[in-house]
């Protein structure tokens, strides 16, 4: 498929989710909310779960991300090395 000339946001993609494919976004809001309420309880600002890690600002789960990715702000021949 080729790129398409016009820009998709966030939220159209998230209503296109919800809407045209059915999925319950709200359901999925909770199911979040219940797999970091402990550690968010105990003031965490992060928590890794079944290989992914989950971002906690101001009591707000703000993203999702792979667990172990590499940090892309890092070139290739630091990582690994100790810096001192």
Do not use: W
Request: some cysteine; overall charge positive.
């Amino acid at each position: 498929m080729k790129k398409s000339r016009v820009s998709v946001s966030d939220h159209a993609v998230l209503r296109y989710l919800e809407r045209v494919q059915g999925m319950d976004i709200e359901r999925l809001r909770r199911e979040i909310g219940a797999r970091v309420d402990h550690a968010a309880t105990l003031g965490a600002c992060g928590i890794i779960i079944g290989g992914f890690s989950y971002r906690i600002e101001n009591n707000t789960v703000t993203t999702v991300l792979r667990a172990h990715r590499c940090d892309n702000r890092i070139g290739p021949k630091r990582r690994g090395r100790v810096l001192e």
